[in-house]
């Protein structure tokens, strides 16, 4: 079946980084994502990476991906205030097909 | 390019009623999927539409249901509202991107409160 998992909370200090992780359970995950959701507001993509690739850097944001293990990263590099808030990990498979299955998201607090 | 548009943003309604949300995709955009958030849940995916067709479906009641319009925009419709639908309804479109995913991009949400 398909499950989705992630640390519920992380607290870093600001130019700090951080890094907020997940594993998954389905082996026939073909993309996996990072979103961000502020208070109030909708989810915000920040990247994805191909379930064939290793790692993916994208300015302060670099996601390592270790298919063996089903484990998945984002580390935030120089963590800044504005960088506060609940991040989800999430995944598409053949199984599920057009259907994201989400974490239940990580919630970042950064202190200045 | 504006990004996806949810309306109303606010809802509320009591129990029994029935209530339609609204969705525009990103212009070029032709798949919407809708996802329900709730504290206790997370995040669920509703159905998705392409080209006016329910492609995919969640495990969610036969109370639930939409549409798709020949420009994109997508409706979700809840019939005989209960208290545990209370949600953040959010909708989400995606197109094929450079990087082959249909990576999905989400609007901001419609808050349904059910008294």
């Known amino acids: 079946g398909e499950d989705v998992e992630q640390s519920l909370f992380l607290s870093v200090r600001e130019g700090d980084s951080s890094v907020i992780n997940c594993t998954y359970t389905?082996?026939?995950?073909?993309?996996l994502y990072w979103y961000k959701q502020e208070p109030g507001a909708g989810l915000q993509l920040l990247t994805y990476?191909?379930?064939?690739?290793d790692m993916k850097q994208d300015q302060r944001l670099t996601v390592l991906l270790n298919k063996k293990d089903k484990h998945l990263s984002l580390r935030i590099a120089d963590t800044q205030t504005g960088d506060s808030a609940i991040y989800f990990c999430a995944e598409t498979s053949n199984q599920a097909g057009t259907a994201l299955i989400f974490g239940k998201g990580t919630t970042l607090s950064v202190s200045s | 390019k504006a990004g996806v548009t949810q309306t109303p943003r606010y809802l509320i309604k009591t129990r029994g009623q029935q209530v339609t949300l609204s969705c525009s995709p990103i212009?070029?955009?032709?798949?919407v999927s809708w996802y329900q958030q709730t504290p206790g849940q997370g995040l669920q995916f509703l159905f998705e539409y392409f080209s006016e067709t329910q492609r995919n479906k969640g495990n969610f009641p036969g109370r639930f249901s939409g549409r798709q319009f020949s420009n994109s925009r997508s409706e979700m419709n809840v019939s005989t509202l209960e208290l545990g639908d209370s949600a953040l309804y959010l909708c989400?479109?995606?197109?094929?991107?450079?990087?082959?995913?249909?990576?999905?991009?989400f609007g901001p949400g419609t808050r349904l409160t059910v008294l």
């Open positions: 212009s070029g955009h032709r798949s």
């Open positions: 989400a479109s995606s197109g094929r991107d450079r990087g082959s995913a249909d990576t999905q991009y």
């Open positions: 389905d082996s026939s995950s073909t993309y």
């Open positions: 990476i191909f379930s064939n690739m």
